[in-house]
């Protein structure tokens, strides 16, 4: 913070901004080396009462608020970055840990008591077979995920106190980089001194104010996982539909990152979220869900299918996208940068589980939305030129199940058997989809002639 210090104050270091916190974390992401055990949460150092809020009154600074957190580390996953590497937008990527460790209650403060309250998000799920902490269910069955730990009473009366005691400036300013003192504890997982400097922004209509990158005090929550710092907020008054320089929302980061808890707490606080919300690349939250579970399923594949830490964040990202759809985000939304809609861009990447996941979603018009065009092509173009993929047969066989059309043809005239790879498995393809083909042929004619 660069704000002026009164002739008393004595000189001090600086307490590191957001963005120097994050990149700490993003440093030590690259630096850990692969681990295949689940990940543990960050932590921070168990101090003293006095210690944690050592009150300085008007003199106090960011500084002498600080308090010491220990590292954790976390198996490196590969930066985001979906369409850097493809045709289309170019999707934003992000390095920033993919952590999330949750518990099953949560405890909400009210005027400095606190009282147990349970926040709820029903889902319905199709594949009974991935392991995870937020469990994948049948298609006729629903659970009720809960999370959260208790605030502590005292330890929030005595953050009050410290921000009462502070200078003005200090507690509702910004620093150069926009940082507001909320940001700062958000991003450090304070809880209690986030949700009383919350208090003290809200008072003074500045509970949204912006950093550098235009992230909110809750934008910020979300990137870090922090579903207690997120719900807190939310019950202060935040915007929940606030958004960054990218046009990205807390459901946006929470789909991306894949972190059900966070998403979890954001659902929570409908009806007021738009889960149709576009970021600048033109994509919902559920466009994000399911590109974030391709990258994580194609470095699964790549580590052999053998990395624990991998498949918990695949189970926990195709968790984040049942939650949005069971939510009301709609399957037929298309980007709008190339029409793709998260059918098309499983099928894009190859990503056999959640090509079952989606197909097995009971709609009444399932054939519309297979056949469904982006520019040109249908999901089942998009499958026949996966060449080389050891899924492009089941892939195939899976979109003709659900009255996928095989003649029908993208905008070069090419039906998909036309786009096969040559050689012996093209060949045996291409028949399987010209008998398709035939058969869809006869019933129509059939259907005429009655």
Not at 61 to 76: I, R
Not at 291 to 310: P, Q
């Amino acid at each position: 913070m660069h704000f002026d210090k009164s002739p008393k104050e004595k000189p001090c270091c600086t307490l590191p901004t957001v963005k120097k916190l994050l990149e700490e974390k993003r440093r030590r992401e690259t630096s850990s080396t692969a681990s295949t055990s689940p990940v543990p949460p960050n932590t921070v150092t168990q101090l003293s009462s006095s210690e944690l809020f050592a009150c300085t009154g008007a003199s106090s600074s960011y500084s002498d608020m600080a308090v010491s957190y220990e590292h954790w580390t976390s198996a490196p996953e590969p930066t985001l970055s979906y369409y850097t590497s493809h045709p289309g937008p170019s999707y934003p990527a992000y390095s920033l840990p993919m952590t999330s460790d949750y518990g099953t209650q949560q405890q909400v403060p009210v005027f400095g008591d606190t009282i147990s309250q349970t926040y709820e998000c029903p889902m319905t799920v199709t594949d009974p077979s991935m392991a995870s902490p937020w469990p994948l269910l049948g298609p006729s069955q629903t659970t009720q995920l809960s999370f959260g730990s208790s605030m502590d009473a005292t330890k929030l009366e005595e953050a009050r106190m410290l921000l009462n005691g502070m200078d003005y400036t200090r507690a509702t300013g910004q620093d150069e980089d926009g940082d507001t003192i909320l940001h700062i504890y958000t991003a450090k997982g304070l809880r209690e001194c986030a949700f009383a400097a919350a208090e003290k922004l809200r008072d003074v209509g500045r509970l949204d104010a912006k950093e550098h990158k235009g992230k909110t005090a809750l934008l910020v929550a979300v990137t870090a996982n922090q579903p207690e710092i997120v719900q807190d907020l939310l019950s202060l008054g935040t915007d929940i539909n606030a958004c960054d320089v990218k046009g990205q929302t807390a459901l946006h980061l929470a789909a991306h990152y894949g972190f059900p808890g966070v998403l979890q707490a954001i659902l929570s606080s409908r009806p007021a979220i738009n889960l149709e919300a576009r970021n600048f690349e033109g994509m919902t939250p559920l466009h994000c869900a399911a590109i974030s579970h391709s990258v994580t399923m194609k470095a699964l594949s790549a580590s052999g299918m053998a990395d624990i830490g991998l498949q918990s964040k695949a189970a926990e990202k195709l968790s984040c996208v049942q939650m949005l759809l069971n939510a009301g985000a709609t399957l037929l939304s298309q980007e709008i940068k190339s029409n793709k809609t998260v059918l098309h861009l499983a099928v894009k990447e190859g990503n056999i589980d959640l090509v079952r996941y989606l197909l097995r979603i009971p709609l009444p018009n399932m054939k519309d939305f297979v056949n469904m065009k982006a520019h040109g092509h249908t999901a089942l173009h998009m499958a026949a030129g996966l060449h080389g993929n050891p899924h492009q047969e089941e892939i195939l066989r899976l979109l003709l199940s659900r009255g996928a059309d095989p003649s029908i043809r993208n905008l070069e005239n090419d039906q998909p058997a036309h786009l096969l790879q040559s050689g012996p498995q093209g060949e045996q393809l291409k028949l399987m989809l010209k008998k398709r083909s035939a058969s869809r042929r006869s019933k129509m004619s059939l259907q005429d002639q009655e």
